[in-house]
């Protein structure tokens, strides 16, 4: 019970640390995909983030603080 115990756990060890120097997410990428697919989405979140900037700072929209009556 205890040598097929151990085994198992190292088999687990194996499989994760072959995972991880391989890297699950790219059997189907090649590196340049991957990177072209992760500064896809950092360009996309970067947008975002101006966005929610701007929403928070009220710039989004155009101010009716004027004297002068625009309609």
Do not use: Y
């Amino acid at each position: 019970m205890h040598r097929g115990f151990r085994a198992v756990v190292v088999t687990c060890l194996l499989a994760a640390f072959g995972s991880l120097v391989s890297g699950c997410a790219t059997f189907t990428q090649s590196p340049h995909e991957h990177s072209a697919q992760w500064s896809r989405i950092s360009r996309a979140d970067n947008l975002g983030l101006v966005e929610d900037i701007d929403l928070l700072l009220m710039t989004d929209r155009n101010s009716r603080l004027t004297k002068w009556h625009d309609r």
